[in-house]
């Protein structure tokens, strides 16, 4: 059917099909039924709207009043920011103190590591101790043996005394007996070997002293070393712990107050999401040049009520299944398939205003149903006009189409071109 004939068509006979009025004869109906009472919105959905303003906040519908919609959207994009920003800090925040309980819990493994090996440790020191004892035990023996030699090599010296004595004491006289004499030499020369010998083992026992000495000092500074290493970790973990707690709880003081911050910005949005849901709902008027667009994509087919054909909308392409979104709070009073546009659904806003989403994909909505601004309705369908995905957009004021993008905001959505 042509766009100039099909919302001003010739009168049609209902087919006893559902969904297969025109469009200009369902909006008809909606206005005529809503004069009665029976239009969805007419008795159920301004009574509603009146009751979620009566239930908002004192202060939010002062604040309605007082401000323009613009710089209540203008305070909830920067909240919003905020908000952003709160979460990513608190994001930050959380790794931080993920990665701190992991450096804490490696330190307390460290710790108990520690503690589980000082048993291991004492054991060691235990035959450290033990073989100090063993070479303290050698020690004493030696001196014993070593003051057994001094005291034998003394009585050697003695004898070998007498015998010089006694030589000397004969002078040059002549000796007499020859056998004493041989007797004599021969025991100075075994007390002189006999006293070599306590020498040389007087030797040696200072040596094995010294040697025993050296080793019960190597086994004192093993054991005094073990005992600063152990103890030198034990401290550096036990202060690292206690670093780790103090920042830990520092970091989770900044954490809850990030949280804290974040919960109230989060009020704060929901406050001016609310104030800014009571400004649009309902009240279309308020929101000339201010709609926001009912999907992302390029204008192929403009407002031209006086070309030929006519065009009482806006014709857009798409992308595949792109999202389509009511341009305004209202009610739906249509949603179904229409011989040549597909799935319409039409939104009613307020008792006067009406948009209508031609060529949908798919649409979840039901007759009745109550709608947000920027609500998702449904999907773009294949569009005839633009051979591929798109959609057909109309505003009427009562049943006469005006033209949507005066009304549309006028910078498009990302992405899309007029």
């Excluded at 589980?116 to 020690?139: P, V, W």
């Excluded at 001094?150 to 007499?176: F, H, K, N, P, Y």
């Excluded at 994509?297 to 006086?306: F, L, M, N, S, T």
Aim: charge should be neutral; glycine fraction near 8%.
């Amino acid at each position: 059917m042509p766009f100039r004939n099909f919302f001003f068509p010739r009168p049609a006979k209902h087919h006893g099909k559902p969904g297969h009025y025109p469009l200009a004869v369902l909006l008809a109906l909606c206005v005529c039924l809503g004069g009665q009472g029976f239009c969805p919105d007419a008795a159920g959905a301004a009574p509603a709207r009146q009751g979620v303003r009566q239930t908002g906040a004192a202060a939010g519908t002062d604040a309605r009043r007082e401000r323009p919609l613009s710089a209540l959207e203008k305070d909830l994009a920067r909240e919003q920011q905020k908000a952003r920003e709160r979460r990513e800090s608190l994001q930050r925040l959380t790794e931080e103190e993920r990665r701190m309980n992991a450096g804490l819990a490696a330190a307390e493994g460290r710790i108990l590591e520690l503690e589980s090996g000082i048993e291991a440790q004492q054991s060691k020191l235990a035959r450290l101790a033990e073989a100090d004892d063993r070479t303290k035990g050698e020690y004493d023996a030696l001196l014993a043996e070593q003051a057994r030699t001094e005291q034998a090599q003394a009585e050697a010296l003695r004898l070998l005394w007498d015998i010089s004595s006694t030589r000397e004491a004969l002078g040059s006289r002549d000796v007499i007996d020859w056998a004493r004499t041989d007797r004599e030499y021969t025991w100075s020369r075994e007390l002189y070997a006999v006293l070599e010998g306590y020498r040389a083992k007087l030797d040696a026992q200072e040596a094995a002293l010294a040697e025993v000495l050296g080793r019960r000092e190597k086994i004192s500074q093993e054991m005094r070393q073990r005992f600063a290493a152990i103890n030198e970790e034990k401290s550096r973990l036990l202060q690292n712990r206690l670093s780790y707690n103090q920042r830990l709880t520092a970091l989770r003081r900044q954490k809850e107050d990030a949280e804290s911050e974040l919960g109230d910005i989060l009020k704060l949005v929901e406050s001016l999401n609310f104030q800014i849901a009571q400004e649009t709902e309902g009240d279309i008027e308020r929101q000339k040049g201010k709609l926001p667009w009912p999907v992302r994509g390029q204008v192929r087919q403009h407002y031209a009520p006086e070309a030929s054909p006519a065009s009482r909308g806006l014709g857009l392409s798409t992308a595949e299944n792109e999202e389509v979104r009511a341009v305004a709070g209202g009610k739906v009073v249509h949603n179904n398939l229409l011989r040549g546009f597909g799935t319409v659904l039409i939104l009613q806003h307020g008792d006067d205003y009406y948009s209508l989403y031609a060529f949908l994909g798919a649409s979840p909505l039901k007759v009745g149903e109550d709608v947000v601004r920027q609500q998702r309705v449904g999907t773009a369908g294949y569009y005839p006009a633009v051979q591929g995905p798109g959609l057909y957009f109309e505003l009427r004021f009562k049943q006469k189409a005006i033209n949507p993008e005066v009304w549309l905001a006028r910078q498009t959505p990302a992405g899309a071109t007029r």
